[in-house]
């Protein structure tokens, strides 16, 4: 988590890094994270959560692949249950975006790498947008921004998610699947849950997962900081994004401090572990 003050600000607001597969309650093992999260008069977070209409959701245009296209038939049903089971959302209600896709995957994917957080429904993401919603002081940091033109890559994706998508749920109770799943996921993983993130401020953002996804950091990033100043007049806010938002040159910490903000890392600890 880091603090941003100065630049003209009265009120200090803090930034917060998300990792999207893990649970709410992970959050609340931090009090002071959890403190400036219940004190911020507004919350800002990426996008709508999984009940929002397409347009607003949706920053990748691009073609997609109908939720009973990817999962028939039996299928369909073996992950309609599990989610009635976890008292998630069913597929009859799910949105037809990519982001629909892309929540499920990470709802599942989420449960089978964190054994222990299962009683919580939701991602930490929503779990932080819905106490903004509460609070009644809710800023979705995508709205209004210009669709990424884009081929198929994205639909392929959404096949390979819902391949993921059920192999999770088929494996819940499989130790040897868990296993080879945290293992794979383990860097990424382990720098969140361990607080050991390495920003390299000084490098460029590489292309890790292809250059679809670099296009879509890099120009959410730019988009989210023209609008970060009159968010942050405002008064204190809390903004949560994905952790790759806050890396590198072009994260949202570096472009924040160009623009005048002292931006500073706030030394948090968890109070128990699971």
Same mark, same amino acid.
């Given at each position: 988590m880091w603090e941003i003050k100065g630049n003209g600000l009265t009120h200090k607001? +803090?930034?917060?890094?998300?990792?999207?597969? =893990?649970?709410?309650?992970?959050?609340?093992?931090?009090? %002071?994270? @959890?403190?400036?999260?219940?004190?911020?008069?507004?919350?800002?977070?990426?996008? !709508?959560?999984?009940?929002? #209409? !397409? %347009?607003? $959701?949706? /920053?990748?245009?691009? $073609?997609?692949? /109908?939720?009973?296209?990817? =999962? !028939?038939?039996? $299928?369909?049903a073996l992950v309609n249950n599990y989610l009635k089971a976890k008292g998630l959302s069913s597929l009859d209600n799910a949105p037809e975006n990519f982001y629909s896709v892309l929540g499920l995957y990470f709802a599942t994917f989420g449960r089978l790498i964190q054994p222990n957080e299962k009683e919580n429904t939701d991602a930490i993401d929503r779990y932080i947008e819905q106490l903004g919603k509460e609070k009644k002081g809710i800023i979705y940091l995508d709205s209004g921004i210009e669709k990424i033109k884009t081929d198929s890559i994205a639909a392929l994706n959404e096949k390979n998610m819902a391949n993921l998508i059920v192999w999770c749920i088929k494996n819940e109770n499989n130790p040897d699947s868990i296993k080879l799943v945290v293992n794979a996921?383990?860097?990424?993983? #382990?720098?969140?849950?361990?607080?050991?993130?390495?920003?390299? =401020?000084?490098?460029?953002?590489?292309?890790? +997962?292809?250059?679809?996804?670099?296009?879509?950091?890099? !120009?959410?990033?730019?988009?989210?900081? #023209? @609008?970060?100043p009159s968010i942050l007049k405002t008064g204190n806010v809390f903004i949560a994004v994905g952790l790759q938002h806050l890396k590198y040159k072009e994260g949202l910490i570096n472009q924040l401090r160009e623009l005048g903000y002292t931006v500073s890392p706030v030394k948090i600890v968890r109070k128990y572990s699971r």
């Open positions: 607001s +803090y930034l917060f890094g998300t990792n999207h597969s =893990f649970n709410g309650t992970w959050i609340d093992s931090f009090t %002071v994270v @959890k403190q400036k999260l219940l004190e911020a008069k507004t919350i800002a977070v990426e996008v !709508k959560g999984a009940t929002a #209409d !397409k %347009v607003n $959701t949706l /920053s990748v245009d691009t $073609t997609h692949i /109908s939720i009973k296209e990817l =999962f !028939k038939d039996s $299928t369909y996921s383990k860097p990424a993983l #382990d720098e969140f849950r361990n607080l050991s993130v390495e920003y390299n =401020f000084n490098q460029n953002l590489p292309i890790v +997962y292809g250059q679809l996804e670099r296009e879509l950091i890099l !120009k959410r990033n730019n988009y989210w900081v #023209d @609008k970060l």
